[in-house]
């Protein structure tokens, strides 16, 4: 059985091989009969577009739900890369820390967008190289686990990111996290952030391995690096793959090799959402990147997701053509935090709402296209 | 003066012109200002893409927000159209009274999404052909104006589809229902919306009349009609301009003659708002063909509009295109009642939220791209 094959420590496993054993495909029936439902409301048949699909994608995960959304979380995992050095960032590495500490006292725009869409922030440090902790004592607005598998990757331009253990690690943190926040209440969309300077140098690397793509076709500017930074980065990316060899059948030896700890976490969560039946809306290209990883663990993961948005990030439109998966928004940020993910929850929220409250053709009295008329 | 070309009644033309002189140029400055503050808020710059462009309108047109928007009224225009007797429509011409109905007694998808959005829905009768009023006894949860210019439009197939006068009355109940909206309290987003089956066929006979464009490229299929059906739409939008022969220059002669009397007071919206510096989120195929009127009446209108989604319906696109628009969402809706307009509400909303709460590098101690330290 595939999952036994990256089982190198059956102690260490625990939590990452339960969960991964007790991931079940989504429900389509639950979805197909909220489709019938849609074809009842007075409406032309599919006018609602994408909105009867999110509202049929959230019933084959939740099945019908009895009531609208409400308890909704962002999870930012964030987590330092040692790949920053090779200068693959326009921003330097401390910036990883500061924006942890912005997220707490309130005044990033995840906790905008989050408060606007009625969400917790859950931020989780995965692995950042500064003191994340100092930042409790100014009085938090945003939840914050500290959960440090390290204190920042290894420079995967030199060796791999981190050990087999720590990758292993790294998931279990996403599963952890999520299990933690559904003992303290009930979860019923769960979006996916992160916070990483240099993450989309990881995340590109994955990108690579896992599909085989050419660098060059996917290597983008990230938080905005020039030309030069450019090509610096495509030659980091390469050199990670060569120096690294990550084994494309093995997402665990991806994420070790060539990955970062928030990554990893991000995957995690998508696994552990996935074993507890809950949707997840994708951020942008490095939770995408956790997805591929997450899918490729365990494919089941794929009908879990949703993919908020199309970032500008050069890579993001393949990686979500590898899933399968069609972006909700196309706004060309580029930002993560789980900025993407928060905005389309109002979206997801409101196909919910279509399809508890709508009145059908006979409840409205309005005749049907075809001529039967209404009550 | 072009606005004098159309006055053939100075008495009844007061509202209008009043409301035309008074369109002002949107502050370019405020716009400005607000692109300023994004560029000192803590995230790489431009990482917020459309967001910040949305931030940015709203203050060009409203000055930099004192607060978060809270007011938000749809509108839903509606009326009949002689042309339905062609077979333009898979539904019946009775189904625009019972989803007046249906919008009353809250169980359509516009009331469903608008109550998510904080939004009120005040429907306006600008001329159905059935007796509207007697929903009004089942105690109406949205606000309805009877404002009937008369009981469905001429069949444009044959004539015009009504009197220059009405025209003009058409675009008047649009500026009169926003006013007495402002007059019972703030306004500070107003969304388009309609009901009118056949609608799509005036529609695209304006878009043909204004633009040019071949009927063939843009008729599309509406509420759902067959290939059959298609064919005959094409025909009779054809027919309705040989016979009416619509003046391109003439705004209000295009709308006379090929139009409809919610297609009018949604122009007229759209001028009303502009005079009065109130921000216009445009639903889709129907609202645009609006807003294409109010834009040729008066350039400055332009300025006051976004393009809320790009609606499944064929012609569309080419209308935002002619109007310099880009949409916010693209989920293949097709149902309009401002059913588009108010699901992009939270992203204008969330926009202005962004400007008004971020913190900059310096408050959130920060490090800046080019190395200068925050505080």
């Known amino acids: 059985m595939k999952l036994f094959m990256f089982m190198s420590n059956a102690k260490d496993m625990n939590l990452l091989e339960h969960t991964l054993l007790n991931i079940q495909s989504i429900n389509t029936d639950s979805g197909r009969e909220a489709g019938k439902r849609f074809k009842e409301f007075a409406i032309p048949q599919g006018s609602l577009g994408r909105l009867e699909e999110l509202a049929t994608f959230y019933a084959s995960v939740r099945g019908i739900p009895g009531r609208e959304i409400r308890h909704k979380v962002v999870f930012v995992m964030a987590g330092d890369h040692g ?12 910036v990883t820390c500061q924006m942890v500490k912005n997220f707490l006292s309130g005044g990033a725009a ?14 989780v440090d995965c692995g950042v190289a500064g003191p994340v902790e100092s930042a409790i004592v100014h009085g938090a607005t945003a939840g914050l686990k500290i959960k440090k598998i390290g204190h920042g990757t290894g420079n995967i331009a030199h060796g791999p990111a981190m050990t087999r253990k720590e990758a292993i690690k790294a998931l279990e943190v996403g599963i952890e996290t999520l299990e933690e926040e559904l003992e303290r209440g009930d979860v019923e969309l769960v979006a996916t952030g992160d916070m990483g300077i240099a993450n989309t140098t990881p995340s590109t690397a994955i990108l690579v391995s896992i599909t085989g793509v050419g660098v060059e076709e996917v ?17 980091v990316v ?14 665990l030896d991806v994420l070790a090799k060539t990955g970062g700890y928030e990554i990893g976490a991000i995957a995690g969560l998508c696994l552990g959402a996935s074993r507890h039946r809950l949707p ?3 951020d942008g290209f490095i939770s995408t990147a956790g997805a591929l990883l997450a899918c490729a663990l365990e494919p ?26 069609k972006p909700i928004l196309d706004l060309d940020m580029r930002l ?40």
């Open 280 to 282: 997840v809306l994708l």
């Open 336 to 375: 993560g935090e789980g900025t993407g993910a928060v905005l389309a929850m109002p979206l997801v929220e409101a196909s919910v709402k279509l399809l508890l409250e709508m009145a059908t053709f006979s409840q409205a009295g309005v005749s049907r296209a075809d001529g039967r008329g209404g009550s």
């Open 83 to 94: 790949v920053a050095e090779e200068g693959v960032s326009s921003f330097p590495q401390e």
């Open 110 to 123: 995840i906790n905008v967008l989050a408060h606007h869409a009625g969400a917790r922030v859950v931020v």
């Open 238 to 251: 390469k050199r990670a793959i060569e120096v690294n060899r990550p084994d494309p059948q093995d997402p």
């Open 300 to 325: 089941k993961v794929r009908g879990y997701l949703m993919a908020s948005h199309l970032s500008a990030e050069r890579g993001h439109a393949l990686m979500l053509q590898k899933l399968g998966l």
């Open 219 to 235: 290597v983008g500017r990230g938080t905005g690096i020039g030309s030069d930074g450019l090509a610096r980065k495509a030659e």
